[in-house]
T-cell receptor, first 110, second 114 residues
Framework: DQQVKQNSPSLSVQEGRISILNCDYTNSMFDYFLWYKKYPAEGPTFLISISSIKDKNEDGRFTVFLNKSAKHLSLHIVPSQPGDSAVYFC?????????FGPGTRLSVLP | DSGVTQTPKHLITATGQRVTLRCSPRSGDLSVYWYQQSLDQGLQFLIQ???????AKGNILERFSAQQFPDLHSELNLSSLELGDSALYFC?????????????FGSGTRLTVV
C-alpha cells in the first residue's frame, strides 16, 4: 500500500518550458513534504520542502504547491534546463517517519 | 561531496552471507537514517538513529540490524542474505531528530547478492 504515489514514471520536457511533477498521498496526518533530486550514481539531494500550513513555497526556478484537500502536491520547474534531467522523489513525513514515492524520471531535451 | 560518507560503494556477496555497510554522517549531524532502494522502487525507510539511540523503525527485516556508535558513525548489518536483498542502500544524516530542511544523503552502497 503506497502512501506516497508518483504516477508518472517518466516525463520529457523541452528546454525552457515548464516541468510539472506530481505527487499524491493518502495519509492525512502527513505534515511536511519534500522533493529530492537524484542523479545516477549519486545519493538523492534535497531540493525544496513545504509545511502543511502553507500552500506554496518558492526557491528560484523551483516552486512546490500543496493542495491538502486533494492530498496532492506538485513541483514546478521554470524554465527547465538540461541539467534538471534526473529522478525526482516526493517525500512526506509524519513526525520521524519519511515516506518516499517511487520517483519520476525527468528528461529535459535541448 | 555531500559530507555523508558511505563505504563500500559496491559489494558483491553470495546468498546466506553477512555484510556490514558503514556510514559516516555529515559533521555535526546527530541523526542517521538508512534507506533501501530496490530496482524501480522508491526509497524504503529502514531505521533511524539519533545520537546513538534508535529513534524510529521502518520496514526493516529481522535479518537486518543497525547501530550508531559514540563517534556517530553507523553500521547496517545484513545477514542471511537473499537474492532479493540486492539493492542500493543509502544513508542520510540530519542535525535534527525530526523533519527539518531535509536530509543529506550519501552516494549509497550497491549490494549485489548472487
Amino acid at each position: 500500500d503506497q502512501q506516497v504515489k508518483q504516477n508518472s514514471p517518466s516525463l520529457s520536457v523541452q528546454e525552457g518550458r515548464i516541468s510539472i511533477l506530481n505527487c499524491d498521498y493518502t495519509n492525512s496526518m502527513f505534515d511536511y513534504f519534500l522533493w529530492y533530486k537524484k542523479y545516477p550514481a549519486e545519493g538523492p539531494t534535497f531540493l525544496i520542502s513545504i509545511s502543511s500550513i502553507k500552500d506554496k513555497n518558492e526557491d528560484g526556478r523551483f516552486t512546490v504547491f500543496l493542495n491538502k484537500s486533494a492530498k496532492h502536491l506538485s513541483l514546478h520547474i521554470v524554465p527547465s534546463q538540461p541539467g534538471d534531467s534526473a529522478v525526482y522523489f516526493c517525500a512526506a513525513s509524519e513526525g520521524q517517519n519519511f515516506v518516499f514515492g517511487p520517483g519520476t524520471r525527468l528528461s529535459v531535451l535541448p | 561531496d555531500s559530507g555523508v560518507t558511505q563505504t563500500p560503494k559496491h559489494l558483491i556477496t553470495a546468498t546466506g552471507q553477512r555484510v556490514t555497510l558503514r556510514c559516516s554522517p555529515r559533521s555535526g549531524d546527530l541523526s542517521v537514517y538508512w534507506y533501501q532502494q530496490s530496482l524501480d522502487q522508491g526509497l524504503q525507510f529502514l531505521i533511524q538513529y539519533y545520537n546513538g539511540e534508535e529513534r524510529a523503525k521502518g520496514n526493516i527485516l529481522e535479518r537486518f540490524s543497525a547501530q550508531q556508535f559514540p563517534d556517530l558513525h553507523s553500521e547496517l548489518n545484513l545477514s542471511s542474505l537473499e537474492l532479493g536483498d540486492s539493492a542500493l542502500y543509502f544513508c542520510a544524516s540530519s542535525a535534527y531528530s525530526g523533519p527539518g530542511d531535509g536530509y543529506t544523503f550519501g552516494s549509497g552502497t550497491r549490494l549485489t547478492v548472487v
